[in-house]
């Protein structure tokens, strides 16, 4: 048997979500590994084990219960959405350990989880972006120049926040200010970028041991302005699987999110976010660890994949690991 630690919960606003993703995991691990819930917070690294919760030792790289047992990890899945997995904070800490995690390594998941450093990189080779301006706190703020070079409407993002929170789609100019205040609550820069009219559509991929695999588009189709927090996790939203285009377009951007996992060195699961205009797939965002509880989109592109949830974790464990 093989031991493998969830790492979940976190410091960001999503960890709620992150204990639902978790769970989903632990509860369809494939056999020869047994799963193990590392929550973290402030508290510290807990296990959670019912009657007998243990604590993960970060001296030792093990699992320490409360009646003497201990458990060595074979492996993780960090499971955290935002800081401090998703940014690759917890992916340095296992490297001190020497416990091998199927995640993307510190410097690609540091470089997908910034929103403006990931699409300067990714601009770089030509895959098409919202033209956008980046702002660092204490910068002085010229609405007039802002609003000249991106226009109305246009949207304000913390670049380093893993969550959608503090983000706002200005339509007037009054409302810029107060929306990049807001923006800087969560994170210590923020990216302003031109407003995409198009058709919104995200992608899976993760690596089996014989090639990319890229699962069938989603579309969303937020009831809000955007796919805000509250689309994304309050019902706010519809996400249609398949996404309603055209086969071309479909294999375009199949094609695009496997090109993109690959230029930032990804593993396991990735999910990107295009923005589909007049024919032409504008990435929006990288998200290295989307949500996986019941109600994500990554198990319902799995369904219409016909892959179970527990074959997909059996393949990239079984994949990344070696790796």
């Not at 309050?234 to 695009?256: D, L």
Request: charged share 20%.
């Amino acid at each position: 048997m093989k031991h493998i630690g969830i790492i979940c919960g976190g410091y960001s606003s999503e960890y709620d979500i992150s204990l639902k993703s978790a769970n989903t995991i632990l509860s369809n691990l494939p056999e020869p590994y047994i799963g193990y819930q590392i929550v973290i917070s402030e508290k510290g690294w807990i296990v959670q084990n019912g009657y007998n919760p243990g604590v993960f030792d970060l001296n030792h790289g093990n699992i320490t219960y409360r009646d003497g047992k201990r458990v060595q990890l074979d492996g993780a899945i960090v499971y955290i959405h935002g800081n401090p997995g998703e940014n690759g904070k917890i992916q340095a800490v296992l490297d001190l350990l020497s416990i091998p995690y199927v995640n993307a390594n510190v410097l690609s998941s540091a470089l997908s989880f910034d929103k403006w450093f990931c699409n300067q990189f990714l601009s770089s080779f030509d895959i098409p972006i919202a033209n956008s301006i980046l702002l660092h706190a204490g910068d002085s703020i010229d609405e007039h120049a802002i609003i000249q070079t991106l226009g109305l409407p246009l949207f304000v993002k913390p670049t380093d926040s893993g969550s959608s929170y503090g983000i706002s789609k200005v339509k007037e100019a009054e409302h810029l200010r107060s929306a990049i205040d807001r923006a800087f609550k969560e994170g210590k820069t923020v990216v302003l970028e031109s407003f995409l009219d198009g058709v919104e559509v995200t992608c899976g991929v993760f690596r089996n041991s014989e090639e990319l695999i890229a699962l069938p588009l989603t579309e969303i189709v937020s009831e809000n302005e955007f796919f805000d927090y509250e689309a994304k996790y309050q019902g706010k939203s519809h996400e249609i699987t398949p996404a309603r285009v055209t086969e071309e377009q479909t294999h375009n951007i199949q094609a695009q999110a496997k090109r993109i996992y690959s230029l930032l060195n990804l593993k396991s699961i990735a999910r990107i976010d295009f923005m589909l205009v007049k024919g032409i797939p504008y990435v929006i965002e990288v998200n290295t660890t989307p949500g996986f509880s019941s109600e994500s989109i990554v198990p319902k592109m799995l369904e219409v994949a016909g892959i179970s949830i527990s074959s997909f974790w059996e393949a990239i464990l079984s994949t990344e690991l070696k790796r």
